[in-house]
Nanobody
Framework: QVQLVESGGGLVQAGGSLRLSCAAS????????MGWFRQAPGKEREFVAA????????KYADSAKGRFTIARDNAKHTLHLQMNSLKPEDTAVYYC??????????????????WGQGTQVTVSS
């Protein structure tokens, strides 16, 4: 059974930073590409960033480029999302996700095999 456990959400002022973490089992972490999605109130869930099993392979949504950094801690089997220069429009529930392959060219909700429980990020203006 694949379990993804997120942590690190919270309330932050605009311009601030947060780091989200997603802990997974060793097998999951080594076999599957993993990423982050988010869902704002009244909106569909959208892709944010992803990291494949292939070292150095990352992908970002345009809204995340230059502000967010996704990184894998191989020793702790944990995926991080460092979010800087946060904006009120980044407010959403952030979900850790894993797909059942090592790499994906395009990330969207339909290819996700496993989801975390979600963690709330609120950015105040």
């Amino acid at each position: 059974q694949v379990q993804l456990v997120e942590s690190g959400g919270g309330l932050v002022q605009a311009g601030g930073s947060l780091r989200l973490s997603c802990a997974a089992s060793e097998r999951t972490f080594n076999m599957y590409a993993m990423g982050w999605f988010r869902q704002a109130p009244g909106k569909e869930r959208e892709f944010v960033a992803a990291s494949s099993w292939i070292a150095g392979s990352t992908k970002y949504a345009d809204s995340a480029k230059g502000r967010f950094t996704i990184a894998r801690d191989n020793a702790k089997h944990t995926l991080h999302l460092q979010m800087n220069s946060l904006k009120p429009e980044d407010t959403a529930v952030y979900y850790c996700a894993a797909i059942d392959t090592t790499y994906a060219t395009n990330w969207y909700e339909g290819i996700v095999a496993y989801w975390g429980q979600g963690t709330q990020v609120t950015v105040s203006s």
